[in-house]
């Protein structure tokens, strides 16, 4: 007999599934993270605007990491999917030691728009190699007050 209060082992105890994908940081490349952000936010029974936010986010903060990334850089797009929200991490190696996410540019103000919370993190590099450069974002399931 099955409890419906039980998990099966595939269902994590604390709500939170974890998805990563890595590609080469090239802008042809971008479409599978939006497609893989858009399913799994359609799984987690976003509605439909939230839906298309969260894709066109997620384009946006990969098409910027792109723009600063080293020439044989992966792009690391790693999702945590929590009840009624969903958290980005996205990042690259960058080519230059100063190489940083641009926080006064239009791409940046649609981010702000799309995500209810984003920030961009920097991280020195080692061994000659240039920055880890970042951007994370929280996108809610529905109308939520940003």
């Known amino acids: 007999m099955h409890d419906p209060d039980s998990r099966s082992s595939a269902e994590p105890s ?3 599934s974890t998805v990563e994908v890595r590609t080469t940081a090239t802008a042809a490349l971008i479409p ?3 497609a893989v952000a858009s399913d799994l936010a359609a799984r987690a029974d976003f509605d439909l605007d939230a839906i298309s936010d969260l894709r066109m986010a997620v384009d946006e903060a990969c ?3 792109v723009d600063v990334a080293a020439p044989t850089s992966t792009l690391r797009c790693t999702f945590l999917v ?3 929200r969903i958290e980005v991490h996205a990042e690259v190696q960058a080519h230059r030691a ?3 996410v641009s926080t ?3 791409g940046w103000r649609v981010l702000q ?3 209810d919370d984003v920030e961009a993190h920097s991280t020195p590099g080692s061994g000659g190699n240039g920055p880890i450069v970042g951007i994370r974002l929280d996108k809610h399931a529905g109308d939520l007050p940003k």
């Open 32 to 34: 599978t993270i939006r």
């Open 14 to 16: 604390d709500g939170v």
């Open 104 to 106: 006064d540019t239009f």
């Open 63 to 65: 098409a910027t990491l």
């Open 98 to 100: 100063d190489a940083a």
């Open 82 to 84: 929590r009840p009624e």
């Open 113 to 115: 728009t799309l995500a």
